[in-house]
């Protein structure tokens, strides 16, 4: 079986992650376009034997991309398609009807809020074989624009429990002690992500808590902005980094405040490193935490009310990512999706 995935870019993101995850473990002959030219987590992907094709696609540079597109997949002749994000869902989707290949959308987010998105989408709906959110609450989303049930399986989000190994406590390196409490968010600086209510919620608790922090992990177009306005020794904004998991483990309570997500990898890592979990609470976030593994909130004043809880659910996120969200488990139900996808 050969697998052809065709996703928007190989920047850093939860997509591009959830690829070098899983394709590095899978028994497949495959290969990756990348629209465009991103290629941090291509590179990664390279290095692991995974075959990359870029095609700088621009707003400018449009027509030659997808030409070499389709010479790609002509070349390539792949037994199905599996796409990425709105755009490559879109030009995927009608590159596999054109070349009779069928496709696999894997669905990540609710484009409701976007009506040429929502409207694009549900109007070459018809071009996917299978649909795959990785989220129980997307399944509305694709209800909204007509996806018939027998199209849709739920494939969600997975950890390699194997990244975790030889962790680094770095703590040392920003002069914070182990007595005091640290919070985290990983998110980019992106309207959807509310880090304004996440910094504006720990400033209220460090007027309490002096010997407190938090770290902000990522990139994005506000994230200058951000840096400008919040300036304090005890709010460490790191930018892009590649040791996540190094600054979870230095950590103790994870937040997460997105008005809109699919399902967050850096929860999923945060749950299975036993942290405090705290998020808002959108249907995307409370598939992952329920009242047995964290805290959800809805506005800035719970959140405020939940930052000195103590972390007593840890041992039953772990549990739940170990069970449910591992690469076996994965694998199973991406063979399921195949098959329904080539039958």
């Known amino acids: 079986m050969k697998i052809g995935y065709i996703i928007t870019g190989l920047g850093t993101g939860g997509a591009e992650k959830h690829l070098l995850k899983t394709l590095p473990h899978s028994k497949h002959d495959q290969f990756v376009i990348s629209l465009t030219n991103q290629k941090s987590i291509g590179k990664k992907l390279e290095k692991k034997k995974v075959k990359v094709y870029y095609l700088n696609l621009s707003?400018?540079?449009f027509i030659l991309p997808i030409v070499n597109l389709f010479i790609i997949l002509s070349k390539?002749?792949?037994n199905l398609i599996n796409t990425y994000l709105i755009h490559a869902n879109l030009i995927g989707r009608i590159a596999g009807k054109i070349l009779r290949m069928p496709v696999i959308n894997s669905v990540r987010n609710d484009?409701?809020?976007?009506?040429?998105?929502s409207f694009l989408d549900k109007l070459?709906?018809?071009f996917v074989k299978v649909y795959a959110p990785n989220s129980k609450s997307l399944i509305k989303y694709l209800k909204k624009i007509n996806v018939p049930k027998?199209?849709?399986?739920?494939l969600s989000n997975v950890i390699d429990t194997t990244e975790f190994n030889n962790l680094k406590n770095i703590r040392s390196k920003f002069n914070i002690k182990k007595s005091s409490k640290v919070f985290i968010s990983v998110a980019r600086f992106v309207e959807q992500k509310n880090h304004k209510i996440i910094i504006e919620s720990f400033q209220e608790y460090n007027r309490h808590e002096k010997n407190s922090y938090l770290f902000l992990l990522g990139d994005g177009k506000l994230l200058n902005e951000y840096k400008k306005k919040y300036k304090s020794k005890n709010i460490i904004f790191t930018g892009k980094v590649d040791n996540v998991k190094d600054f979870l483990y230095s950590s103790d309570t994870f937040i997460l405040a997105s008005s809109r997500e699919g399902m967050s990898n850096?929860?999923?890592?945060?749950?299975?490193?036993?942290?405090?979990?705290i998020v808002s609470n959108i249907s995307q976030n409370t598939e992952l935490i329920d009242k047995n593994c964290g805290y959800t909130f809805k506005n800035k004043s719970e959140l405020i009310k939940l930052l000195p809880k103590k972390n007593k659910f840890g041992k039953n996120a772990k549990k739940k990512i170990q069970s449910l969200y591992n690469l076996k488990e994965f694998n199973s139900k991406y063979e399921e999706v195949i098959s329904k996808c080539v039958e």
């Open 266 to 277: 850096a929860l999923l890592e945060a749950m299975y490193m036993g942290l405090n979990c």
């Open 76 to 78: 390539e002749n792949p």
């Open 59 to 61: 707003k400018i540079n």
């Open 150 to 154: 027998h199209k849709i399986s739920y």
């Open 124 to 126: 070459t709906s018809d």
């Open 111 to 117: 484009y409701s809020y976007s009506r040429v998105y």
